[in-house]
């Protein structure tokens, strides 16, 4: 006897169904200028393997620059970057 019963299957269908809709009405409003999407206000600019253990991110959080050092033990240090552009107006 099979532990799936029909019902089972249907209201999996169902549910896929329902989440395809969703996609499909949420892609229109965006693209109809109804709805606009979330925009991130940190963008990772760079990545650098320092060790197989150790990365090196250079974040950009609102303008700012941002150097994160991470590693797989996690442990995390941030040091945020002053540009050549803020150094020459600062002189």
Do not use: H, W
Not at 14 to 32: E, N, P, T, V, Y
Not at 53 to 81: H, M, P, T, W
């Amino acid at each position: 006897m099979s532990d799936i019963q029909p019902y089972q299957i249907v209201t999996i269908i169902i549910f896929i169904a329902i989440l395809l809709a969703a996609q499909i009405i949420i892609k229109r409003l965006i693209g109809r200028g109804k709805v606009t999407p979330l925009q991130s206000v940190m963008k990772i600019t760079e990545t650098l393997s320092v060790s197989p253990k150790e990365r090196l991110y250079l974040l950009n959080i609102r303008g700012q620059d941002f150097l994160l050092c991470a590693s797989k033990a996690g442990s995390s240090n941030i040091v945020q970057i002053n540009s050549l552009e803020e150094e020459s107006l600062d002189a």
